[in-house]
């Protein structure tokens, strides 16, 4: 997917890409254990979907808020599963390093 610069550090993750990219941005959305809350953003989060891919770095979820087949109908291009150690600034290094491999020319937040 991408090679990794030695002066980075990134966490190991696990890339899972449902679609496509569809835009020149993509928006960034961390996560751990959020159970509905992620649920109701995403559903809020559609009529972005065509100006922005939307890319969750989940920091190791085990409350099952991140269903694939939800994940897929709410529109979200990509779930990063981090597997390394790390808490946000971990999450937030492997999206940006994710949005750069995938050539987005910009990543909200």
């Known amino acids: 997917m991408f090679s990794r610069n030695p ?13 496509p990219k569809g835009t020149r941005y ?7 254990n959020e159970g509905r809350r992620v649920r109701r953003q995403l559903t809020k989060m559609k009529d972005c ?12 979820s085990t409350d099952g808020s991140l269903d694939l087949k939800l994940l897929k109908k709410d529109g ?3 779930l990063l ?3 390394g150690p790390g808490r946000l600034g971990a ?3 492997m999206a940006f390093v994710y949005a750069l491999s ?4 910009g990543v909200i937040v």
Request: net charge neutral; with cysteine.
């Open 26 to 32: 993509c928006v960034a959305v961390f996560v751990i």
């Open 91 to 93: 999450q937030m290094r």
């Open 81 to 83: 599963i981090k597997k």
């Open 76 to 78: 979200v291009r990509t």
């Open 49 to 60: 979907l065509r100006y922005a891919d939307i890319v969750i770095a989940d920091g190791g």
């Open 7 to 19: 002066n980075w550090q990134i966490p190991e993750f696990e890339v899972l890409e449902f679609r």
């Open 102 to 105: 995938q050539g987005y020319e």
